[in-house]
């Protein structure tokens, strides 16, 4: 069945409708992006309704009138593609154009839906011409269905939109009747104009809208609403900016590019200036003078550089409580990006009382964009963070607070101590240093206190005769649950670091007993049964020998609290993967851009090769296999 599509309408509707026509129809310029006076414009009404197994004829005109776009045999080299990515259109082609006189051309599209399924789509008609130049027409909208009341297209021009580079349309979601696109950059979307195609009375908070003509806030989800002949429906259009994340522009005092370019040491801080656009999620942080350096060990080596942050006075970033000292966290090699969040997570579901916030951002780094980044809460003393006595160099009571580290990745400091209790490679191989008070504020006293308190601790937990007197064994100096769960969570996460042991740390309040924790560092080799060091966790608790644990899990009491433990916190644990989606959705177009700057060259998470898609599902598939694993190896225990 052919039929010429030819849409009379009237009054307002046919307002709307001419309006959207008038900025939608027409479009001049090349894919190659070559300027030239030739134009495409399609003449409907902006929707044509093709049912399957039939076809329908559109006009257009090309101008000029001279403009040739013919094959050598005599077809016209013209195809139907989707508005949004230019690739050819699945649901209908155009099969035929056939030549009306003056520049004019009727188009005959096919409708080749086999599904039965109702779709809606988005469409230009590109024509390539002699010398090999193509030009697009603008849009209109091709249904299987008769058109009725409701929103067919819509579209932001970069004509009204002059923030845009180029013309920029939305993809529909029956679903949940959402128009939605993502802008290649970030852009303001205060006062954005949409162009729509629509049948009916279009309308956003009660005020009528017209196509090309009326602005809206599209930082936040806009609903439009169409009435007509007594019929009503309502539309979300959410606009992204960029990845949907807040926007983070940090300008160093020498404006070296890219990153690795300009911080090149960990030891010296350069003066910088930081500011924060949210984004229309977060309030914005407006332009704040701070300091950065370097950091890490493993992950100091690679391109994309992490590093500390330090202000003159607390600051909130992002919701996060104010403090002067900040982490940007780079997950080079994590392709979810989520395994140190997800480990922060899980460490919330336990009794340890605080494990890092952070949010993730887009940087910008001296102009060049950097990737997605995580601003991150650095491990430091603080109400609102690692919450023990700030101890003072003048304090009597010198019994905390106290913040330790346990790694075999030192600083050269004098105020550290190697353990009793050997690691893998030895008792030499790591140290204790206190980070908490700072070396400057550290007393001699002070220091020999937490270094004689740990190793007293270390000293009974390796003698049999006192490891579990109930009054002077290892129950005198911790707090069991803590290191219960802290080694939870190095179980059900594969981070075998507590085994070197590596950002292990450990913390003591005035008049406590040593906690375990907070915990750090889970972006490399975690979450992964094929890391080398990871390889037993595929058939047993395979840190339960990790430095005190080791001595510990001697006391069958010790033992009986674990078996406890991962009976209550197991169910919690079940909803990491849930956590992990919920993520992942947000992170989606992050990961597209981040992995476009940094394309994955570190192996030893095993999922270097995958898809994101891919790498989530993995992820999950391995904390729920983990889960299992731990099930078995409690139950004989």
């Not at 809208?209 to 806030?217: I, Y």
């Not at 500011?275 to 690679?302: A, F, H, K, Q």
């Not at 700072?438 to 004689?452: H, K, N, P, S, V």
Request: aromatic letters at 12%; a negative charge; hydrophobic letters at 35%.
């Amino acid at each position: 069945m052919l039929r010429k599509i030819i849409f009379r309408m009237g009054g307002a509707l046919a307002a709307t409708v001419c309006l959207a026509l008038a900025l939608l129809a027409g479009c001049k310029g090349s894919e190659k992006g070559t300027d030239t006076p030739v134009t495409v414009t399609v003449e409907s009404s902006g929707i044509v309704a093709v049912a399957d197994g039939a076809s329908a004829e559109v006009d257009f005109t090309v101008a000029p009138a001279s403009t040739d776009f013919a094959y050598d045999s005599g077809r016209y080299n013209a195809r139907l593609c989707y508005a949004v990515n230019h690739t050819a259109t699945r649901e209908v082609y155009l099969e035929s154009v056939k030549p009306a006189g003056e520049g004019r051309y009727t188009a005959r599209i096919v409708n080749r839906n086999i599904s039965d399924k109702p779709f809606r789509i988005d469409v230009r008609i590109f024509i390539t011409t002699a010398d090999g130049r193509t030009y697009m027409s603008g849009v209109f909208c091709v249904q299987n269905t008769e058109a009725t009341t409701g929103i067919s297209s819509i579209g932001f021009l970069r004509s009204d939109n002059p923030q845009l580079d180029e013309d920029l349309y939305c993809t529909y979601d029956e679903a949940t009747s959402t128009f939605s696109a993502r802008t290649p950059e970030v852009i303001d979307l205060s006062g954005m104009v949409a162009t729509f195609i629509a049948s009916g009375r279009v309308t956003v908070g009660g005020v009528e809208q017209q196509s090309g003509s009326t602005p809206n806030d599209f930082g936040r989800d806009v609903k439009y609403v169409v009435e007509s002949g007594g019929e009503r429906y309502e539309y979300t259009v959410r606009l992204t900016n960029f990845t949907g994340l807040p926007v983070v522009y940090i300008n160093s005092s020498t404006g070296l590019r890219p990153i690795g370019n300009d911080i090149t040491s960990k030891e010296e801080w350069k003066a910088a200036t930081i500011r924060i656009d949210g984004n229309g999620v977060w309030d914005d942080l407006p332009e704040t003078p701070m300091s950065l350096r370097g950091r890490g060990n493993i992950t100091w080596g690679w391109d994309k550089k992490p590093f500390n942050m330090k202000f003159e006075k607390r600051t909130s970033m992002l919701g996060m409580p104010e403090h002067k000292r900040w982490v940007m966290l780079a997950n080079y090699c994590d392709r979810t990006m989520l395994r140190n969040s997800t480990a922060f997570y899980a460490s919330g579901l336990t009794s340890l009382e605080w494990a890092p916030r952070s949010q993730y951002v887009e940087l910008f780094y001296n102009g060049d964009y950097t990737g997605t980044y995580q601003l991150t809460e650095q491990v430091r003393v603080d109400e609102n963070r690692v919450n023990v006595h700030e101890l003072q160099p003048d304090d009597a009571d010198i019994t905390g607070g106290y913040l330790v580290e346990f790694d075999f990745h030192w600083d050269e400091s004098p105020r550290k101590w190697s353990p009793r209790v050997p690691s893998k490679y030895g008792v030499d191989a790591s140290w204790y240093i206190v980070k908490s008070p700072d070396d400057d504020d550290l007393t001699d006293a002070q220091f020999d206190y937490i270094r004689g308190y740990i190793d007293d601790f270390e000293r009974t937990i390796m003698d049999d005769a006192l490891r579990s007197d109930p009054d002077k064994g290892y129950r005198k100096y911790i707090e069991p649950l803590s290191f219960i769960d802290y080694w939870l969570l190095y179980e059900v996460c594969i981070n075998h670091e507590i085994v070197n042991p590596g950002s292990v740390y450990l913390h003591k309040d005035r008049g406590g007993k040593l906690v375990a924790g907070p915990i750090w560092d889970f972006d490399y080799g975690t979450f992964n049964f094929d890391y080398h060091e990871a390889k037993p966790a595929a058939y047993s608790l395979y840190v339960k020998d990790a430095i005190w644990m080791r001595y510990l899990f001697k006391d069958e009491a010790m033992k009986a609290l674990a078996k406890q433990r991962w009976e209550e916190l197991r169910p919690k644990f079940l909803q990491l993967p849930d956590f992990i989606d919920g993520c992942a959705a947000r992170l989606r177009y992050a990961a597209e851009e981040n992995f476009a700057r940094w394309p994955m060259t570190v192996t030893d998470n095993g999922d270097a090769y995958y898809s994101y898609d891919q790498a989530i599902v993995r992820i999950k598939e391995v904390i729920n296999r983990r889960i299992a694993i731990i099930d078995e190896c409690m139950a004989s225990w």
